[in-house]
C-alpha cells in the first residue's frame, strides 16, 4: 500500500473515530443469583464499573489485592471509577465463591 | 444411592432415625421444611454468636448469616405459599433440629476466644454438610422447578458461607 493512501485512510478513520475525544464509559455488571454477569470486564483508566445488585442479599466486589472494596447492598446498585492500569481479580467477602476480574487499560 | 445419600444427611444427628425415613424420597413439602429448618438453625446459631462474641470478624459473619438465611426464608415461604404447599416436619427436620439445640447448649458453655473457634468450626462443618444435603438429595429430589431454583440460589449461598466461614476461621488461628 503506498504510503499517501495509508495516510488518507488514517484521515478518514481519525474523521470517525477522532472527532469525539475518548470519552469515559461506564460498564455495567449485573448481579443475580450469586454470579457476576460477565465475570470478566475490560475498561480504560478513568471509566466507571457500575455493579447492580439484583439479589437479596448483599455483597462486595472486593479486589484480591485490596486495591478497592465496593459495597454492594441489596437491590442497590454501586460504582467504581477505575484509574489504575492492571488486572483486578475480585471476589464478594460474604460469598467468596463469586468471582470476577476487571482488566484496565492505560 | 439415595438411601446412602438421605442416611447420610440423617447421620447429621447422632440420633438414628427411622428405617422407613431413610427410605423414602422426600417431597418438596418436605423438601421445603428442610431449607427452611436448615436457615432457621443458622440464624439461631449466628443470634448465640452476636451475644456472646467480641470477635468484629466473627460478629460481621454472623450478622451476615442472619441477612442472608432471613432473605432466603422470607423467599422460601413467599414460594410454599404461591405454590400452596404447607412444609412438611419430617425425621430430617427434627434431627437437625435437635442436633443445633445441642450445638447451641455446648456453646453456650464457653466464652471468649474458644467460643469464636467452636461457633466457627462448627459453621464451616454445618455448611458442609447442608451443601452435601442439597446437592445430593434436596435439589435432585425437588420436583417443582421454582422450588429446585431457589435450593439451587440457597446452595450457593450455603457454599458462599462455607468459604467465609473458613476465612474467618484462618482467622482466628
Known amino acids: ?7 488518507l485512510i488514517a484521515a478518514l478513520l481519525c474523521g470517525i473515530v477522532c472527532a469525539v475525544p475518548a470519552r469515559a464509559e461506564t460498564i455495567k455488571v449485573e448481579i443475580k443469583n450469586l454470579v457476576f454477569t460477565p465475570a470478566e470486564v475490560t475498561a480504560k483508566a478513568g471509566d466507571t464499573i457500575v455493579w447492580d445488585n439484583q439479589d437479596v442479599f448483599a455483597h462486595t466486589a472486593t479486589a484480591t489485592d485490596k486495591s478497592f ?11 467504581l471509577k477505575v484509574t489504575k492500569a492492571g488486572t483486578f481479580d475480585y471476589f464478594c467477602k460474604f460469598h467468596p465463591n463469586m468471582r470476577g476480574k476487571v482488566t484496565v487499560a492505560e | 444411592m439415595r438411601v446412602i445419600i438421605y442416611a447420610a444427611l440423617a447421620a447429621l444427628a447422632l440420633s438414628p432415625l427411622p428405617a422407613a425415613a431413610q427410605n423414602a424420597k422426600p417431597n418438596d413439602a418436605q423438601i421445603a421444611h428442610i431449607a ?3 436457615g432457621a438453625i443458622d440464624i439461631d446459631a449466628a443470634k448465640q454468636a452476636l451475644k456472646k462474641s467480641k470477635n468484629k470478624e466473627v460478629r460481621a459473619f454472623a450478622e451476615n448469616m442472619v441477612k442472608d438465611h432471613t432473605a432466603v426464608n422470607k423467599q422460601a415461604l413467599a414460594l410454599v405459599k ?3 404447599v404447607t412444609p412438611q416436619d419430617n425425621p430430617t427436620s427434627q434431627a437437625l433440629a435437635k442436633q443445633a439445640k445441642d450445638k447451641r447448649a455446648e456453646l453456650a458453655k464457653l466464652s471468649g476466644k474458644a ?11 454445618y455448611h458442609k454438610t447442608v451443601d452435601n444435603a442439597l446437592e445430593t438429595t434436596l435439589i435432585p429430589s425437588a420436583s417443582n422447578a421454582e422450588l429446585k431454583s431457589l ?4 446452595l450457593k449461598i450455603f457454599q458462599g458461607h462455607e468459604q467465609h466461614a473458613e476465612h474467618v476461621d484462618a482467622m482466628l488461628k
Open chain 2, 36 to 38: 427452611y429448618t436448615a
Open chain 1, 1 to 7: 500500500m503506498q504510503p499517501g493512501r495509508t495516510a
Open chain 2, 115 to 125: 467460643f469464636d473457634k467452636a461457633y466457627v468450626d462448627n459453621e464451616v462443618a
Open chain 1, 69 to 79: 472494596d465496593v459495597m454492594l447492598p441489596p437491590k442497590k446498585s454501586a460504582s
Open chain 2, 82 to 84: 404461591k405454590l400452596k
Open chain 2, 151 to 154: 435450593l439451587e440460589t440457597g
